[in-house]
């Protein structure tokens, strides 16, 4: 929820009460201090920079979101699904980058953890499937519409209109 500089800024002023509790001999509310610093990094190992991300990626300022998604130290120690969420935006940036292959693996990555909506987990798939056309790998990509099949009750028209010429795209392709 906070940039690493917010959390850094409030861990400090955690520590040093910390520190001044335990001079005037205020252990119980020393402890809770302790607390808030524990906290603060549990929530950035298993939050991260996320939020503060995808306000950055929504608002169209792929740098900025680029730079505090790279904030994360490690995305593996993400939440299960926060890490999906985190793949998802990552492929976004690589997406608008132009660098495909890197979107191509972030999206794959999406795609097998729990995103917002089923939406979001369809658009994974549907990257992934789009960049594959593009790069002539027709199998993988009718793999990837063919996972799609099972979510299209409940996914939006826009999302079933590209899927649709995604198919036709393929069998053009295939002929």
């Known amino acids: 929820m906070f940039t690493n500089r917010t959390r850094l800024f409030i861990g400090t002023l955690c520590f040093l009460s910390l520190m001044l509790l335990a001079y005037r001999h ?34 169209k300022e792929y740098d900025k979101a680029e730079r505090t998604l790279l904030e994360i130290f490690n995305p593996r120690w993400l939440s299960r699904k926060r890490r999906g969420y985190y ?14 292959e890197d979107a191509e693996k972030h999206y794959e990555v999406a795609a097998q953890y729990p995103l917002r909506s089923v939406n979001d987990h369809v658009a994974a798939l549907v990257h992934v499937a789009n960049i594959s056309i593009r790069q002539g790998n ?38």
């Open 26 to 59: 205020m252990y119980e509310f020393a402890w809770f201090a302790m607390l808030l610093i524990v906290l603060l990094a549990w929530d950035y190992i298993r939050q991260g920079t996320l939020i503060v991300a995808a306000k950055y990626f929504h608002h």
């Open 87 to 100: 793949e998802f935006l990552m492929g976004g940036v690589c997406l608008q980058k132009q660098d495909f």
């Open 138 to 175: 027709f199998e993988k990509a009718g793999a990837y519409i063919q996972l799609t099949e099972k979510h299209t009750e409940d996914i939006n028209a826009k999302m079933k209109d590209v899927i649709e010429r995604l198919r036709q795209e393929l069998k053009k392709n295939n002929k």
